[in-house]
């Protein structure tokens, strides 16, 4: 009999926590002189199909991302551009701030329906097929969202 304690967790392999930001120049400009950097343009795939609450979602056309390497993890950096995105809804919320952090998964259907069962909701979601898959998920607990990210093998 498997029971909660004995399933592995979908967060050990913490790889990224995202940032959501008003400007980036400015924001990466104050992160670079307190050491962080450099930031290098990121886009994902361009057969990337990302749906956000249900509907088509284009990430190309709603962020702009940059990223960098801390040690063992990435910090991303997200800013909203036009149209709607968790990243636009987060800003307009919260303000700038850590909007997700991300974990690497062995079987991204299997932890996002683990998790849908336990309350958690699907923010948004994408097949990356070259890529593998990533899929936004608000915990519904502690303010927190997670990004679940399948790698290819």
Do not use: C, W
């Not at 850590?98 to 069962?117: C, Y």
């Not at 948004?124 to 519904?140: I, M």
């Amino acid at each position: 009999m498997n029971t909660d304690k004995e399933e592995k967790s979908p967060f050990e392999n913490l790889f990224q926590i995202g940032v959501v930001v008003k400007d980036m120049d400015r924001a990466i400009e104050q992160l670079t002189q307190l050491g962080l950097g450099p930031f290098k343009l990121k886009m994902p795939p361009p057969e990337a199909r990302d749906t956000f609450r249900g509907k088509p979602f284009i990430p190309a056309d709603s962020v702009l991302i940059k990223s960098t390497q801390m040690g063992n993890v990435e910090l991303e950096l997200i800013q909203p551009t036009q149209g709607a995105s968790p990243h636009k809804e987060y800003l307009e919320a919260k303000g700038e701030g850590i909007q997700h952090i991300a974990f690497a998964v062995k079987d991204l259907d299997s932890e996002m329906d683990k998790l849908t069962k336990k309350g958690a909701s699907i923010l948004l979601q994408s097949d990356r097929k070259s890529q593998g898959g990533v899929a936004y998920l608000d915990l519904n607990a502690a303010g927190l969202i997670v990004e679940l990210v399948k790698r290819p093998q």
